[in-house]
């Protein structure tokens, strides 16, 4: 199982971390690393880098970078870089980005569908080595050409959680990258919409939070307070609607803010929404949420003091499995 199984890595650790991580996960025999882009945290594309360089074999993904955020020459440029220097073991994840960053900063964000459309052709055709002139997907281009196309192109993954952005991953993409917050039942639900638009062979990655303790008891109060800040601002609706608790989850939320949402959810949702146990209860989840048709599960650690530890146990445990 641990072919199947990665981390994402970035977000909840200084960046001068991730080189010791990162050659922890490959040492332990997982099969991906994904650099996460949170604004303001760590840099996806300079994460995905720092990964690459420090490790030898494993496949090292963006999870994901927003389509609005670079013009799509530049992110041509930066991921055939990536793609020619270390061939066959980058992936690059692309994705909407979280409007309320993207306001932050000014930066316009209609018409996903047709930004991503547009951001995936123009990424392709640039690295085939043509050269770019008009409107792509809303983004101008104006006798763009790329002086090194990588001669093996990254593959395209897309995250998305609602229908039609699931849907075009299928029709355009070469793979599916799920949020954190994907239970079993949302990814039977994301793999049919994929295989219904054309991408029945279409590998899906189910990113998903990771706490792990001694018991499970635990690993659930540690992370409450992350689940309650996250779900309450109801940007998890697909995922929450999956397992039917999203009229549930409002109402907690708006009686008692995320506070009152950390410490009144039942531990179902927990179980759930997360990876969330002592090593053998994460192992059992991991192996359901692969069960319910992801081909990946890349776990998000939420315990940096931890972290080394809970890498190498969890590599044993899996590899036991």
């Not at 332990?28 to 882009?37: C, D, K, L, N, V």
């Not at 995936?120 to 640039?126: C, G, P």
């Not at 919409?193 to 635990?218: H, M």
């Not at 929404?273 to 599960?297: F, H, P, R, Y």
Request: aromatic content about 6%; hydrophobic content about 45%.
């Amino acid at each position: 199982m641990s072919n199947r199984v990665g981390f994402v890595l970035g977000s909840t650790f200084h960046p001068s971390m991730l080189v010791p991580v990162a050659r922890a996960v490959e040492e332990h025999g997982f099969a991906s690393i994904w650099s996460t882009e949170d604004y303001f945290a760590t840099a996806g594309v300079a994460g995905a880098a720092t990964v690459l360089a420090a490790t030898e074999e494993i496949r090292v993904g963006t999870g994901v970078v927003s389509v609005y955020a670079r013009h799509p020459g530049l992110l041509a440029m930066e991921a055939g870089t990536l793609a020619s220097v270390h061939p066959g073991r980058f992936v690059l994840g692309i994705g909407v980005g979280g409007s309320w960053w993207l306001d932050q900063q000014g930066i316009e964000h209609r018409r996903p569908l047709g930004a991503v459309r547009g951001t995936v052709e123009a990424l392709r055709a640039l690295w085939a080595g043509e050269t770019l002139t008009g409107d792509h997907g809303g983004f101008t281009f104006e006798g763009i050409h790329l002086e090194y196309p990588p001669p093996e192109p990254p593959p395209i993954h897309l995250g998305a959680t609602g229908p039609k952005m699931t849907a075009l991953a299928g029709e355009i993409c070469d793979g599916l990258v799920l949020s954190v917050f994907s239970s079993p039942a949302f990814v039977r639900v994301e793999r049919d919409i994929v295989a219904a638009n054309g991408g029945a062979d279409t590998p899906i990655t189910t990113f998903a939070f990771l706490s792990v303790a001694e018991t499970t008891a635990e690993a659930r109060v540690r992370i409450r307070p992350l689940l309650g800040s996250f779900l309450a601002d109801g940007e998890s609706t697909a995922m929450t609607d999956a397992i039917g608790i999203t009229e549930e989850l409002r109402a907690l939320a708006r009686t008692g803010g995320p506070e009152g949402l950390a410490a009144d959810m039942p531990d179902e949702w927990i179980d759930q929404l997360s990876v969330c146990g002592d090593v053998d209860t994460c192992a059992g989840q991991i192996q359901a949420l692969l069960a319910a048709g992801s081909d990946e599960v890349a776990l998000a650690p939420i315990h940096v003091e931890s972290l080394l530890g809970d890498i190498k146990d969890l590599g044993t445990a899996i590899a036991a499995g």
